[in-house]
């Protein structure tokens, strides 16, 4: 397992070929109470930084892009049934896709933890 994160504050957990994507606790923190959330539906694709999900809170909403190319496997319907799990659990249970990755490479372009928490300073 190998876990990374992107500029726009999403985290990437890396098993086998398949990548498990969410905001991070930072993000969650910076949205507040999140009140809404829309997922992309499995079978579709997506190249690296599209337009994957919107998360909505009482104070913003938010596009969620995709940190790697490939194919969504599975969404979290858990989170766009109560949507203020994101806020509960960012990096665990309120994960948004999974990601059948189709270019490995792309994971390079993507920050470590500690590079990540120098990011957010």
Same mark, same amino acid.
């Not at 990755?101 to 590079?115: H, P």
């Given at each position: ?27 969650? $923190? ?6 809404? *959330?829309?997922? #992309?539906?499995? /079978?579709?694709?997506? =190249?690296? %930084?599209? &337009?994957?999900?919107?998360? $909505? ?6 596009? *969620?892009?995709? #940190?790697?190319? /490939?194919?969504?496997? =599975?969404? %979290?319907? &858990? ?23 189709? %270019? ?18």
């Amino acid at each position: 397992m190998t876990l990374k994160y992107t500029e726009d504050h999403e985290w990437v957990l890396i098993e086998g070929d398949v990548a498990t994507v969410g905001i991070t606790a930072h993000a969650a $923190e910076q949205l507040g109470d999140v009140v809404f *959330v829309e997922l #992309p539906d499995t /079978g579709k694709s997506f =190249a690296q %930084n599209d &337009d994957m999900a919107v998360v $909505e809170s009482v104070k913003a909403a938010s596009d *969620v892009y995709a #940190p790697i190319s /490939g194919e969504i496997v =599975a969404a %979290n319907a &858990d989170i766009v049934d109560e949507p203020a799990k994101v806020n509960e659990d960012p990096a665990g249970t309120a994960w948004f896709v999974k990601i059948r990755l189709s %270019n490995r490479s792309e994971l390079d372009a993507l920050m470590d933890e500690a590079a990540y928490k120098e990011f957010i300073g």
